[in-house]
């Protein structure tokens, strides 16, 4: 430890006053530039990978003495195709659109001014998560294209794994000619660091903290910086009386087990009186022969003698894991008051053939995402169409759903004239 | 006062709870409906004049008594003209084009899901400001068209008067037949309840404070709730060396005087040495006529006499008065600096011929709004024809510029499918 890493509120200074400056200049690199840099960092993470298999091996034997799960162990291992992997999207976000400098929107005044509202960077974004050695990548280079100035505070489990990941990006930002202070990784695995970052909220514009619910829950407590954040996703799928079986199995089937621990799956259904007897049976023989567990309210119990009790507790939980809660809800109306009482305003689902009972859910309930007739694990900025993501908000103020780069700028108005003066 | 007054905390949870309650009504309130309740409103502001006044002369007298200035004791003041404008602008705010249910964007994936990003309102808004009769109802009916529930809270020595705004308001959604809780009007002058207010995150999704300096850095400081807010104008306007003195003499006047008042209003005069002797004098001329005093730098000074030194901490004030600071800048890069140093990222102005200098300084000035050859006093959501605005935000997020009813809404994903499975 140096002694600049003995003073943490100095070098957290410095370390914002840096990405300040690079804020300001990365505002206004042309795109060429940033991309260059970003295929720069992926030709030196290729070109890296016994550097950073050795720095992984550090951590992972360090984990392993620490007792980690083998799933956090896992987490945190690198190999030649999750090298590849973080390459890959490096070049992926070097290939979407830059959305610094868009139009999005222009209009001429009466008097003649015109006006538009163009895409600027947000300015600094401070990245705090757990101990994946690839969101070092992920991240610093979705805020890079955004044309941002990025902190990194990784897990201390993956420290060198991601300080080597850090340097691979540093190459690629100095052979691009981009300042140092553009992507940053905290050097230091003091926990106090985490705290100090959440206070600038001089130098840092937007904190998005990545990680379990209790993570963000710290995070959220501590903080005086805005975040872009979700703490839960606990999503429901609604199967109404007009839904077709088939479909209605085949959908709650990918949205619970397709993969259980992301924060699109579904953790509740919902399920309409008049199709128990037709539709409940069906979608839990999907769900067990899956190896999912099913808990249910008394009246879906009655319905399939295969569903254990729920508790209320089960209607607030993400299980992130293969076990589904089932309430029976009288109608459109008593599943939106279901979402609305349980809800975490992620993703929810509908299952109809009713235009009328999809269109009156769609409206109505408040969530980031609602679906009609498709599985809730299509949450995903990907999936959208927008590129990578660096997580999705269920806020309400800026950014929804997928955070991708362009949810990464705000904007600002110019307004060109001809010596217009206001009467 | 009443029992429930007396307990601060249970009544502003009961006027949350309240909000939160209409707010879900309001999300889906058609056009017409919300409509009806603003005309309604601007019907029986008309009709109550005389108990508008009456109401108002209780705050008028008790103004005088405490010893009010004549300017605080006229901006409290109503007359016939002032209800009518009130009045006036519920009507127009009813004229503006619904921002709820507009669809943003609509794509389609190679999968065949449609995915829609729509505008909802964003829930629960509080409205902090000074003792201005006037914003109770600008404000309520802001939000109102854009589909929140509005807490207002207004400075306690217009109490009786914005309460008999209030009754005005409240009768209007009694007409249009929406719940009372969609505006309300905080029922105690104690300002404990200010307190409680910027504490109710759970219910209250964005505060609006509206006045001024002190007032927004008292409510910056405590709140746990996000805010739209602009601390100061400090705005500029840059003469550049190519600059026209007959615009620029015009421009730079409208831009100080017009109002001295408004935020909008140009605070310091940066200028290029190359046309100080060519464009100050002419500037300084007509500032001097219209009652302005001209502090500046030691250069400025030089090139004209009636111009008083300026200290370091002029650079930095608001003076919201005839007074305007001018500094020598030698290109645009140092206008830049000056602007980043000293600025409070609302609005600047270039005034130039140079096609590549007005796209520098427009691109690099990181102010909310930045301008060509135009007066820094059209800073205004009217003026840029969004109609009425509640503020103007020099926040990043969400936010930023004329405060609208387009800009008090959020947005959700519409995916619309046939029976997707993620693969």
Same mark, same amino acid.
């Given at each position: 430890? =140096?002694?600049?890493?003995?003073?943490?509120?100095?070098?957290?200074?410095?370390?914002?006053?840096?990405?300040?400056?690079?804020?300001?200049?990365?505002?206004?690199?042309?795109? @060429?530039?940033?991309?260059?840099?970003?295929?720069?960092?992926?030709?030196?993470?290729?070109?890296?990978?016994?550097?950073?298999?050795?720095?992984?091996? !550090?951590?992972?034997?360090?984990?392993? +003495? !620490?007792?980690?799960? /083998?799933?956090?162990?896992?987490?945190? &291992?690198?190999?030649?195709?999750?090298?590849?992997?973080?390459?890959?999207?490096?070049?992926?976000?070097?290939?979407?659109?830059?959305?610094?400098?868009?139009?999005?929107?222009?209009?001429? %005044?009466?008097?003649?001014?015109?006006?538009?509202?163009?895409?600027? /960077?947000?300015? $600094?974004?401070?990245?705090?998560?757990?101990?994946?050695?690839?969101?070092?990548?992920?991240?610093?280079?979705?805020?890079? !294209?955004?044309?941002?100035?990025?902190?990194? %505070?990784?897990?201390?489990?993956?420290?060198?794994?991601?300080?080597?990941?850090?340097?691979?990006?540093?190459?690629?930002? @100095?052979?691009?000619?981009? /300042?140092?202070?553009?992507?940053?990784?905290?050097?230091?695995?003091?926990?106090? @660091?985490?705290?100090?970052?959440?206070?600038?909220?001089?130098?840092?514009?937007?904190?998005?903290? %990545?990680?379990?619910?209790?993570?963000? +829950?710290?995070?959220?407590?501590?903080?005086?910086?805005?975040?872009?954040?979700?703490?839960?996703?606990?999503?429901?799928?609604?199967? *109404? @009386?007009?839904?077709?079986?088939?479909? &209605?199995?085949?959908?709650?089937?990918?949205?619970?087990? %397709?993969?259980?621990?992301?924060?699109?799956?579904?953790?509740?259904?919902?399920?309409?009186?008049?199709?128990? *007897?037709?539709?409940?049976?069906?979608?839990?023989?999907?769900?067990?022969?899956?190896?999912?567990?099913?808990?249910?309210?008394? #009246? &879906? #119990?009655?319905? *399939?003698? #295969?569903?254990?009790?729920?508790?209320?507790?089960?209607?607030?939980?993400?299980?992130?894991?293969?076990?589904?809660? $089932? &309430?029976?809800? *009288?109608?459109?109306?008593?599943?939106?008051?279901?979402?609305?009482?349980?809800?975490?305003?992620?993703?929810?689902?509908?299952?109809?053939?009713? +235009?009328? =009972?999809?269109?009156?859910?769609?409206?109505? $309930?408040?969530?980031?995402?609602?679906?009609?007739?498709?599985?809730?694990?299509?949450?995903?900025?990907?999936?959208?169409?927008?590129?990578?993501?660096?997580?999705?908000?269920?806020?309400?103020?800026?950014?929804?759903?997928?955070?991708?780069? +362009?949810?990464?700028?705000?904007?600002?108005?110019? $307004?060109?004239?001809?010596?217009?003066?206001?009467?």
């Amino acid at each position: 430890m =140096t002694a600049a890493q003995e003073n943490i509120p100095a070098l957290m200074h410095d370390i914002g006053v840096a990405a300040k400056e690079a804020a300001s200049k990365l505002a206004s690199a042309p795109t @060429a530039v940033k991309n260059a840099a970003l295929l720069g960092a992926a030709a030196s993470l290729r070109a890296s990978k016994t550097e950073l298999m050795a720095a992984n091996a !550090k951590d992972l034997t360090a984990g392993t +003495e !620490k007792g980690l799960s /083998p799933a956090l162990l896992d987490r945190l &291992a690198l190999n030649d195709e999750r090298i590849e992997g973080m390459a890959k999207g490096l070049e992926d976000i070097a290939a979407l659109e830059d959305p610094v400098g868009y139009v999005m929107a222009a209009w001429e %005044r009466p008097n003649g001014l015109q006006i538009s509202r163009v895409r600027v /960077p947000l300015g $600094v974004i401070g990245v705090i998560y757990e101990s994946r050695p690839n969101v070092t990548a992920d991240a610093g280079a979705l805020c890079l !294209k955004s044309g941002n100035a990025t902190i990194l %505070r990784g897990g201390s489990e993956s420290f060198h794994s991601s300080s080597a990941i850090m340097e691979c990006l540093a190459a690629g930002l @100095a052979k691009a000619g981009l /300042p140092e202070g553009a992507i940053q990784l905290v050097p230091t695995r003091d926990r106090a @660091a985490v705290g100090e970052m959440l206070t600038m909220a001089d130098t840092i514009d937007v904190i998005v903290p %990545r990680g379990g619910k209790s993570l963000i +829950e710290r995070i959220t407590a501590e903080s005086k910086i805005p975040l872009f954040k979700h703490l839960e996703g606990i999503c429901h799928t609604y199967i *109404d @009386a007009s839904a077709d079986v088939v479909l &209605a199995r085949k959908v709650t089937l990918n949205a619970k087990m %397709r993969r259980t621990g992301i924060c699109g799956a579904t953790e509740t259904l919902l399920i309409h009186p008049d199709v128990l *007897d037709t539709h409940l049976s069906p979608i839990v023989d999907e769900l067990v022969d899956a190896g999912c567990e099913v808990r249910g309210d008394d #009246r &879906a #119990r009655a319905a *399939d003698p #295969r569903i254990v009790p729920a508790s209320e507790e089960d209607w607030g939980t993400e299980y992130l894991d293969a076990i589904i809660s $089932v &309430a029976v809800v *009288d109608d459109v109306d008593a599943a939106i008051a279901h979402i609305t009482k349980y809800g975490s305003e992620h993703t929810e689902a509908i299952i109809t053939e009713s +235009e009328a =009972t999809a269109e009156a859910f769609l409206n109505r $309930v408040g969530s980031a995402i609602v679906m009609l007739n498709a599985s809730t694990q299509y949450a995903d900025g990907g999936e959208f169409g927008m590129g990578a993501e660096i997580g999705i908000s269920t806020g309400k103020l800026h950014a929804r759903g997928p955070v991708g780069v +362009e949810q990464l700028t705000s904007f600002k108005y110019i $307004v060109r004239g001809n010596g217009q003066c206001r009467p």
